[in-house]
């Protein structure tokens, strides 16, 4: 944060706060784990606050005095979780032998997205990935539905290792 902020006094260019997490569980939810769990400018300075903090409509103010978006990962605004059978382990839905992302179903979106636009932030989310093993069960291997469905979200944009496919999407 410190680097954006001092930053935003010497260019125009549009600055973007990238927000990580360590993990997503089961269920969906971001898992915040250390070194992951919050800003480094955090860490230094004994502040208590995470990467979820920030996301807050309060937090979102805050990254609007100093960058012009928001970079969140995209279980942020959307993640997937596992099924589980009867006997609470995982279930295998592609029938592969393990259980991997493709094995997880999308939950419905946070209100991320609304809420960094009327914060007046654009949203920028990261990464989408061409694998069918990166996607999960909902999307059938295709990675253009992935990207249209955050794009339809409102996304402005997506970072991609596959920019092919992001032009497709978009």
């Known amino acids: 944060m ?32 250390a070194p992951y769990d919050k800003p480094y400018d955090f860490v230094i300075t004994g502040d208590k606050r ?15 005095t100093y960058a012009d978006g928001v970079g969140p990962w995209k279980p942020y605004i959307m993640s ?13 839905l592609n029938g592969d032998g393990k259980i991997d992302e493709q094995d997880r179903i999308m939950r419905s979106a946070s209100s991320l997205v609304q809420d960094a636009h009327a914060a007046g932030l654009f949203v920028h989310t ?28 409102g996304v402005d944009g997506l970072f991609s290792d596959f920019p092919d496919t992001a032009v497709k999407a978009r």
Request: glycine residues 6%; without cysteine.
């Open 2 to 33: 410190a680097n954006l902020k001092a930053l935003r006094k010497l260019t125009n260019v549009r600055l973007v706060q990238l927000v990580d997490a360590d993990d997503v569980d089961k269920d969906g939810g971001i898992v915040l784990a």
């Open 50 to 64: 995470s990467f979820k903090d920030l996301l807050t409509k309060q937090g979102l103010a805050e990254v609007k």
């Open 80 to 92: 997937a979780r596992q099924e589980t059978g009867p006997d609470g382990k995982p279930k295998d």
């Open 126 to 153: 990261w990464t989408f990935r061409n694998e069918p093993r990166r996607l999960a069960s909902t999307f059938k291997g295709d990675p253009v539905a992935e990207m249209k469905a955050f794009f339809a979200l």
